[in-house]
């Protein structure tokens, strides 16, 4: 009787030694998974999870298989920090998110302290990699790049123009006005009006009376898509003729259904559209017979969980700040939106940004396009 029962007792331990052993990776997608910037937290939900039955299917990352759990942040700050410590109860090894820098940044403190690496595909604030944490990187670049190319457009192209400067006062909006404005300065523009806005609202016929007074010409406004499309509309209505321009934060379709004919003619910055890259010829058609458009940052939220695998494989262990740490060392790393590698500081090492133009498509929708 004794025999077996440590017969049984052996067993047991064998079995549950051979379940940790093929445990799941588990991986969060944190983002605006509903509210006003749904449409980005669809594109973060659906790259990781394409990417996760990829990676799955290939045998999974060093023998383990990849679990994925959501976390609904709506776009607010408190929830994020809330979302990242349910991340962390629940055995979070790798996050991929958060959408808005103003969230990724508290979030990826509390990331840091349960030894949890964070990839963000679309949080742009310097400020997330510039504090010396060691999780923290980005598969999109900065604002401070971004802003650069911006500003540099404005002198180029609306040098003679009044410029007004607008932005939602979160740290994205803020953050890249702020870096544009600094860029166009250096270059001789100045703008007439700086102004802030509050999220949310629906009626911006103050401020467009106000740039119309002043005749501005020109209004570089930093964002979401939300707010973008409603100022543009009022801006028609008001009979204010001007181009808008903004930043990454307002790439998403949805933009279109918002400023109505209005967004004709609008200008963004944008990295190369990713779904054009070779690299990522069959996974757009997986999207796309699946019925989902992998615009804006879909692809970078694939690429971000491609990278994860591949340092994983590469260190020959998937402990979070081994595989940090290897994703600095080596590299580049191949994905979908090119071969991305890191700097020390998490940052991507081959930052792009490009202007778009918005105007309808063979189709009659409107959607962007690339300059050419």
């Not at 959501?70 to 994020?80: E, F, I, N, P, T």
């Amino acid at each position: 009787m004794k025999k077996s029962l440590l017969s049984a007792v052996a067993l047991s331990a064998m079995v549950a030694f051979g379940g940790a052993a093929r445990a799941d990776i588990i991986v969060g997608v944190g983002g605006p998974l509903t509210g006003p910037n749904a449409a980005f937290g669809a594109q973060l939900q659906k790259g990781v999870e394409q990417a996760a039955a990829d990676i799955n299917a290939a045998g999974g990352i060093n023998g383990e298989k990849i679990k994925i759990v959501l976390g609904d942040d709506v776009s607010d700050a408190k929830q994020g920090v809330s979302v990242a410590n349910k991340f962390a109860a629940d055995g979070v090894k790798y996050v991929i998110g958060h959408f808005n820098s103003g969230v990724s940044i508290p979030a990826s403190e509390v990331y840091a302290e349960n030894g949890i690496l964070q990839i963000t595909p679309a949080s742009t604030n310097p400020k997330f990699t510039e504090r010396g944490l060691w999780n923290t990187f980005r598969t999109c670049g900065r604002d401070d790049q971004q802003g650069a190319v911006a500003g540099q457009y404005i002198a180029d192209h609306f040098k003679d123009k009044k410029v007004a400067v607008v932005h939602d006062k979160t740290p994205y909006g803020q953050g890249l006005a702020d870096e544009t404005r600094k860029a166009m300065g250096k270059l001789g523009v100045k703008e007439v009006i700086y102004e802030g806005i509050t999220p949310g609202e629906k009626d911006y016929s103050a401020l467009i009376a106000k740039m119309k007074e002043a005749g501005v010409g020109i209004v570089y406004y930093g964002g979401l898509h939300t707010e973008a499309g409603l100022i543009m509309r009022q801006m028609a209505d008001q009979g204010l003729k001007a181009t808008l321009m903004s930043g990454d934060g307002i790439t998403s379709n949805e933009l279109a259904s918002i400023a109505g004919d209005a967004v004709n003619g609008t200008l963004m910055t944008f990295p190369p559209d990713p779904r054009n890259n070779a690299n990522a010829k069959d996974v757009v058609k997986k999207f796309r017979d699946a019925g989902f458009e992998p615009e804006a940052y879909t692809l970078y939220s694939y690429a971000a969980l491609q990278i994860i695998a591949d340092a994983a494989k590469a260190a020959g262990t998937n402990d979070s700040e081994k595989v940090a740490a290897t994703m600095k060392a080596k590299g580049p790393f191949k994905t979908v939106i090119g071969d991305i590698g890191f700097d020390a500081k998490g940052d991507i090492t081959r930052p792009d940004y490009v202007m778009y133009t918005w105007k309808k498509g063979p189709d009659g929708k409107y959607t962007y396009f690339e300059n050419k």
